[in-house]
């Protein structure tokens, strides 16, 4: 995983913006946002949170902790009316490796299944 410099470089690219527009969703200037993405400051946890919610994406990501991009709100869809994306992932990693393997086995089955 990067170093969150790269990350929110790369994410902002992805998505063709400029600093500046990122700047202006930060409140501050092009000028202040490039030394975030170029390392010369560190990113304000602020401006950590305002990243991940302006681009819908986990602040761990941001900081280069998971590979996961889905953010809080992502996991708290509702997968069935009784329980999140959230509760399911946490259900499976209860599990012990032998049985997460089976689920994950049986998701990928299920989904060539369906194509």
């Known amino acids: 995983m990067g170093h969150y410099k790269e990350i929110i470089r790369g ?24 030394k975030y993405e ?3 400051y560190e990113l304000p946890l602020r401006a950590l949170i305002a990243l991940a919610d302006f681009y819908g994406i986990s602040a761990d990501f941001l900081i280069g902790r998971t590979k ?6 992502s996991l708290n869809k ?15 990693l209860s599990l ?5 393997d089976a689920v994950i086995e049986y998701i990928y089955f299920k989904k060539l299944k369906s194509t």
Do not use: H, M
């Not at 996961?68 to 709100?73: A, K, L, S, T, W």
């Open 11 to 34: 994410v902002r690219e992805d998505r063709d913006l400029k600093q500046a527009e990122v700047a202006k969703v930060l409140g501050t200037t092009q000028q202040l946002y490039s």
């Open 78 to 92: 509702q997968v069935t009316p009784d329980c999140t994306a959230g509760e399911v992932l946490s259900d499976i």
């Open 68 to 73: 996961c991009r889905e953010g809080v709100d």
């Open 38 to 40: 170029n390392g010369q």
């Open 96 to 100: 012990s490796p032998k049985d997460r």
